[in-house]
């Protein structure tokens, strides 16, 4: 038996099958089998930190904290694609060399799985971590399989918490920033680890692969970060340490002190003075998804919530595309139009659009409406570009309608409608080019969800609007044949939380 195993038996056997049976009780499902193949493929991996709270990694309240092989890093990366984990990119300035972030969706319990997977031991202040400790195989060497997850031996994972904890609390820039007190839950972790730890097989380690931390000066380091030490003190031991540990270095002491300097300059301005809460993106892109149905079909309840769901971890944004902001230009415009009709210079539109398909019931309404409909076009046109462009920048851009050109009762082309029981003079004519020129340049989205309702359920369901027009818009949705697009459609004539599961698996596959 190897002396890290030794230290395991410490729990006592009643212990160690309470917190297994409570790990197993909670685990999320995408998490078991993303271990059990791990274990089946022989992924040569540990759950690297935090091993006191795995119960909380099981059910994804905290990320899975994983440092795996190098050798295994394609492997690895190929089992997180197969259980549908994507590849994500927090702020810059927070990417680290070696460690890279997935997020995978567990359908059943509705909730996301961050994998930290690091492939390098690096470690230090929040803003920078510049210290990398190569130990990475001896603390895969050291590991055990201890429930659902393989854990390091308690000895090496104290030794490098302490590390960790004085190169994170104690050093004097972090002390005068107000961050020198560990959390209640990093002091029941020191206290978990030490409390399972073989102070023999501590010494051994710290003399086989940690030489230049002697016995000494790890229990300063260890003092340092318990309540009541003195701050002179923590900042000299952090001080010491280092200077022990600058070969260790990603950069020079001074730059990093200037880099964390800096870091915490631009979040501290993005949080407070932009009120900009940094999201990470996908690094495979940003994406447009666009939920297209006809009314009483739940377009904007299906908007709202997968912002929230996507909102809570990703760079999203929500749009309208029915219902555009209007630019200054068509501010200025409808401005005029108003003034001009409540002159009584031209009349309402006696037979609105969205109630007819036949362009035989639709009475002429006068050159201002066709100009109102250029202007909605053009302010779709605009919303498009603020939502391309941030797609391309990597965010997720959830739209509420979209301009197809299979939908004619909205969110399209109207001005020809409009003219169709009149000659086509110069002005419709251009009036109907430039509206259509605006609507050409609006590309399919990534992704096209189509809510599909019957009329009659739709009539029900909206009872607070004008029948004969809930009616027709969703009998057009209903009535087309989506076979041949890039449509995904989905029956919303059942409950809204399996609706909502549908567009969630579906999103998350898709992106």
Same mark, same amino acid.
């Given at each position: 038996?190897?002396?890290?195993?030794?230290?395991?038996?410490?729990?006592?056997?009643?212990?160690? /099958?309470?917190?297994?049976?409570?790990?197993?009780?909670?685990?999320?499902?995408?998490?078991? /089998?993303?271990?059990?193949?791990?274990?089946?493929?022989?992924?040569?991996?540990?759950?690297?930190?935090?091993?006191?709270?795995?119960?909380?990694?099981?059910?994804?309240?905290?990320?899975?904290?994983? !440092?795996?092989?190098?050798?295994?890093?394609?492997?690895?990366?190929?089992?997180?694609?197969?259980?549908? =984990?994507?590849?994500?990119?927090?702020?810059?300035?927070?990417?680290?060399?070696?460690?890279?972030?997935?997020?995978?969706?567990?359908?059943?319990?509705?909730?996301?799985?961050?994998?930290?997977?690091? %492939?390098?031991?690096?470690?230090?202040?929040?803003?920078?971590?510049?210290?990398?400790?190569?130990?990475?195989?001896?603390?895969?060497?050291?590991?055990?399989?201890?429930?659902?997850?393989?854990?390091?031996?308690?000895?090496?994972?104290?030794?490098?918490?302490?590390?960790?904890?004085?190169?994170?609390?104690?050093?004097?820039?972090?002390?005068?920033?107000?961050?020198?007190?560990?959390?209640?839950?990093?002091?029941?972790?020191?206290s978990y680890l030490q409390a399972m730890s073989d102070r023999a097989q501590i010494d051994y380690l710290l003399k086989q692969h940690l030489p230049f931390v002697d016995l000494m000066l790890f229990d300063d380091c260890l003092r340092s970060i318990q309540p009541g030490c003195p701050?002179?003190?923590?900042?000299?031991?952090?001080?010491? !340490?280092?200077?022990?540990?600058?070969?260790?270095?990603?950069?020079?002491?001074?730059?990093?002190?200037?880099?964390?300097?800096?870091?915490?300059?631009?979040?501290?301005?993005?949080?407070?003075?932009?009120?900009?809460?940094?999201?990470?993106?996908?690094?495979?892109?940003?994406?447009?998804?666009? &939920?297209? @149905? @006809?009314?009483?079909?739940?377009?904007?309840?299906?908007?709202?919530e997968l912002y929230a769901w996507l909102s809570k971890k990703f760079k999203v944004s929500k749009v309208h595309m029915g219902k555009p902001p209007w630019s200054l230009t068509t501010i200025t415009i409808r401005g005029i139009l108003k003034i001009g009709r409540s002159m009584g210079?031209?009349?309402f539109m006696r037979t609105p659009l969205e109630y007819t398909l036949d362009p035989n019931s639709i009475i002429f309404p006068g050159y201002p409406w066709l100009i109102r409909e250029v202007c909605t076009a053009r302010d779709r046109y605009l919303t498009y570009i603020k939502a391309? /462009?941030?797609?391309?920048?990597?965010? &997720?851009?959830?739209?509420?309608?979209?301009?197809?050109?299979?939908?004619?009762?909205?969110?399209?082309?109207?001005?020809?409608?409009?003219?169709?029981?009149?000659?086509?003079?110069?002005?419709?004519?251009?009036?109907?080019?430039?509206?259509?020129? %605006?609507?050409?340049? &609006?590309?399919?989205?990534?992704?096209?969800?189509?809510?599909?309702?019957?009329?009659?359920?739709?009539?029900? *369901?909206?009872?607070?609007?004008?029948?004969?027009?809930? *009616?027709?818009?969703?009998?057009?949705?209903?009535?087309?044949?989506?076979?041949?697009?890039?449509?995904?459609?989905?029956?919303?004539?059942?409950?809204?939380?399996?609706? =909502?599961?549908?567009?969630?698996?579906?999103?998350?596959?898709?992106?």
């Open positions: 038996m190897q002396p890290h195993e030794e230290s395991l038996l410490k729990l006592s056997e009643p212990v160690k /099958r309470y917190m297994e049976a409570r790990e197993e009780h909670s685990t999320l499902d995408l998490v078991r /089998r993303l271990c059990e193949t791990l274990n089946k493929e022989g992924i040569v991996y540990c759950h690297w930190k935090s091993t006191a709270a795995l119960d909380r990694s099981a059910r994804g309240d905290n990320d899975l904290d994983l !440092l795996v092989s190098r050798s295994d890093a394609l492997r690895f990366t190929e089992i997180l694609c197969q259980h549908g =984990f994507k590849e994500t990119f927090g702020p810059t300035e927070l990417q680290l060399p070696g460690v890279l972030n997935y997020y995978g969706y567990d359908q059943p319990a509705d909730r996301f799985v961050h994998v930290h997977a690091h %492939y390098q031991l690096v470690m230090g202040q929040d803003m920078t971590k510049n210290i990398h400790l190569p130990l990475e195989q001896a603390y895969l060497a050291s590991a055990v399989q201890r429930g659902l997850f393989k854990v390091p031996a308690p000895e090496f994972e104290f030794i490098l918490l302490v590390i960790r904890m004085v190169l994170k609390h104690s050093t004097w820039d972090t002390t005068l920033s107000g961050q020198g007190t560990l959390s209640p839950s990093e002091k029941q972790e020191v701050i002179w003190n923590r900042i000299k031991t952090a001080n010491k !340490l280092q200077n022990r540990l600058k070969i260790n270095g990603r950069r020079s002491q001074i730059p990093d002190l200037f880099l964390k300097q800096w870091h915490r300059l631009v979040l501290g301005m993005r949080r407070r003075v932009l009120r900009r809460i940094p999201k990470i993106h996908l690094a495979s892109g940003g994406a447009i998804i666009a &939920i297209v @149905g @006809g009314d009483g079909a739940g377009k904007s309840t299906a908007v709202d210079l031209y009349p391309r /462009r941030y797609a391309s920048n990597g965010g &997720i851009v959830i739209c509420d309608r979209f301009p197809l050109s299979q939908v004619k009762l909205m969110d399209g082309p109207q001005v020809g409608r409009m003219s169709s029981a009149v000659k086509k003079n110069g002005l419709i004519k251009f009036l109907t080019r430039l509206e259509s020129t %605006y609507y050409q340049q &609006i590309m399919l989205p990534e992704l096209l969800i189509v809510l599909r309702l019957d009329p009659e359920t739709a009539v029900i *369901r909206k009872s607070d609007e004008a029948e004969v027009s809930v *009616r027709a818009r969703s009998a057009e949705i209903w009535g087309l044949d989506w076979r041949g697009t890039p449509a995904y459609v989905i029956d919303t004539n059942c409950t809204k939380e399996e609706v =909502f599961s549908s567009l969630k698996t579906l999103l998350w596959e898709q992106l």
